[in-house]
């Protein structure tokens, strides 16, 4: 199927402590896959993004791996804070062309607990 | 703020109506996507355009239909209206494919 798969769907930390998310992939086509994060009532809003030709990327306290082999990628969030309380979203690329289209997980509910 | 403008930022209507969505991409995108979330839900792929043609469907309902118009602007039309339809509506653009989308503030679709 399309699915990508977002794992795990809430997660509590204390604040200091890092994050984990993660979801896999189905197409194997797939080549660009972003993060976003849904404060609530809000809209997305793009965090970071990973091609498929870079295995990790990092953004100041946020990193996303990938590893294609395995159809997985995966969200780091170090030293969290309470502000990083949120809906995290993974994403994928799927189709070529007229059929292209960005699938996204379930959605993770992060808190960070002060 | 992203750029990707939605009218109107809520909407309460009965059921069998019909109501129009509307989106204006980010200056310059050619990309139109519509996205349902149900509450507490994710984000449901609905529909994609790409300068006024149709390129990708998701599991959108016959009931539902959308365009792409000449200035670029979208519209997405729901008829038949049914309480399960309400759910935040969300409208994003993009330059190109494998290029990041960028989300509109939605539309709140309530059906009473």
């Known amino acids: 199927g399309e699915n990508v798969e977002q794992h795990p769907s809430t997660l509590s930390v204390q604040e200091g402590d890092s994050a984990v998310i993660k979801c896999t ?13 849904q404060e609530l009532g809000k809209r997305p809003q793009l965090i970071i993004d990973i091609r498929s030709n870079v295995g990790e990327k990092k953004d100041q306290r946020i990193a996303v791996t990938l590893n294609k082999t395995a159809k997985h990628f995966s969200l780091h969030i170090t030293e969290t804070q309470p502000e990083d309380s949120a809906v ?13 289209k960005l699938i996204f997980g379930s959605g993770t509910r992060l808190l960070v607990r002060p | 703020d992203s750029g990707v403008t939605q009218t109107p930022k809520h909407l309460i ?14 200056s310059g995108d050619l990309s139109v ?4 979330q149900s509450l507490d839900q994710g984000l449901q792929f609905l529909i994609q355009y790409y300068n006024g043609e149709e390129r990708a469907k998701g599991n959108i309902l016959e009931r539902f239909s959308a365009q792409q118009f000449p200035d670029l602007h979208s519209e997405l039309n729901l008829s038949s209206l049914e309480l399960g339809d309400s759910a ?20 709140r679709l309530t059906v009473t």
């Open chain 2, 13 to 26: 209507t009965a059921t069998g109506q019909r109501v129009t969505l509307r989106c204006s991409p980010r």
């Open chain 1, 88 to 100: 995290y979203f993974c994403a994928a690329s799927r189709g070529m062309d007229s059929s292209y």
């Open chain 1, 25 to 37: 992939y189905s197409d194997s086509a797939s080549n660009y896959f972003p993060w976003y994060k």
């Open chain 2, 33 to 36: 996507y519509w996205y349902q």
């Open chain 2, 88 to 107: 935040l509506y969300f409208c994003a653009s993009s330059a190109d494919r494998d290029s990041p989308l960028h989300f509109g503030n939605g539309t």
